[in-house]
């Protein structure tokens, strides 16, 4: 027992219990009032506080659903449903996750592009670089509707607006992460390659890239998380029929609290695995590249 609790997995365990354990209250807490209101309407008086709990506990459309419903939510729509049923809950998150990557992706190559041209602009990182970063104080519930609107006039939609969205969200962690990294060589090393006569493109590839590559990753790590919320923030204004966003606003309007939070659980999820896929890929590439840590 003391060697469990030395190691990760202890700590871990108690935090989720305390979850566990604060959610049923809450759920028994914020349930109580309705369920009254059940019982005297029904002449029923003198419940036991039993019963009480456990009917608070198994409402059809409680005001905070509790675990064991969410994951009985949760196992109908993945385990009991076929995938390709617009009933599943993989089915959405699939549709999610094809914007969501596709956003990640052009983030990622837009983030780098852009760090590549401050780092060795002055100019730009004087003039680009306060843009950059003012972008993100513009709140995305307010410009998500207006990108839907403006693509859709020229023709375009479907996926891609969803992905310029996701976008919009994971440029700037790659951006600012790989303008530190690429400024992260130490200047004995950097006068070194000017020693050597290198070009700007053999210092860039041969120094700076290879120290920014642990702050890419890092970066990533941040970037796949936000590109998820921006697609899932993506499928609200749009009406969509399929995407987690698009389940949690059917549930938002018919009251279905245990279809949201089990969508909410899903992108968490979802959210976890990309970011763990992407500290693997990051393991690999650093162990390849003789920097693992």
């Keep these: 027992m003391t060697r469990l609790f030395s190691g990760k997995t202890g700590p871990v365990l108690v935090v989720v219990l305390a979850i566990f354990v604060i959610w049923y209250g809450a759920a028994i807490m914020l349930n109580t009032p309705f369920q009254r209101d059940i019982y005297l309407r029904g002449d029923l008086t003198d419940v036991p506080v039993t019963r009480l709990v456990s009917d608070t506990l198994n409402q059809d459309r409680p005001v905070l659903p509790a675990p064991h419903q969410v994951v009985t939510e949760i196992y109908q729509t993945t385990v009991l449903k076929k995938i390709t049923s617009k009933r599943s809950l993989v089915y959405h998150a699939g549709v999610t996750l094809s914007s969501t990557l596709l956003g990640f992706l052009m983030g990622t190559v837009l983030g780098i592009f852009l760090a ?24 995305i519930l307010a410009i998500a509707p207006m990108i839907i609107v403006v693509l859709n006039a020229v023709g375009i939609s479907g996926l891609l607006p969803k992905a310029f969205i996701s976008t919009y969200l994971s440029f700037f962690p790659v951006t600012v992460g790989m303008v530190t990294g690429l400024r992260s060589p130490e200047a004995i090393h950097l ?26 990753f890092t970066s990533m790590k941040v970037a796949v998380a936000a590109s998820l919320v921006g697609a899932i923030i993506g499928e609200l204004p749009t009406g969509a029929v399929a995407g987690l966003g698009a389940r949690l606003l059917a549930g938002s309007y018919y009251g279905q609290t245990v279809q949201i939070w089990s969508a ?20 690999m590439v650093l162990k390849r590249m003789g920097m693992a840590r």
Excluded: C, E
Excluded at 192 to 216: C, D, E, G, H, I
Excluded at 264 to 283: F, P
């Design 116 to 139: 590549v041209l401050i780092v060795h602009s002055r100019v730009l990182d004087k003039s680009l670089m306060p843009w950059v970063i003012s972008s993100q104080t513009i709140p």
């Design 264 to 283: 909410l659980i899903m992108a968490a999820v979802l959210a976890g695995s990309l970011v763990g896929i992407v500290g693997l890929v990051n393991a």
């Design 191 to 216: 006068d070194l390659m000017r020693t050597y006569n290198a070009s700007k493109s053999q210092t860039f590839w041969s120094l700076r890239f290879p120290y920014a590559v642990p702050y890419l």
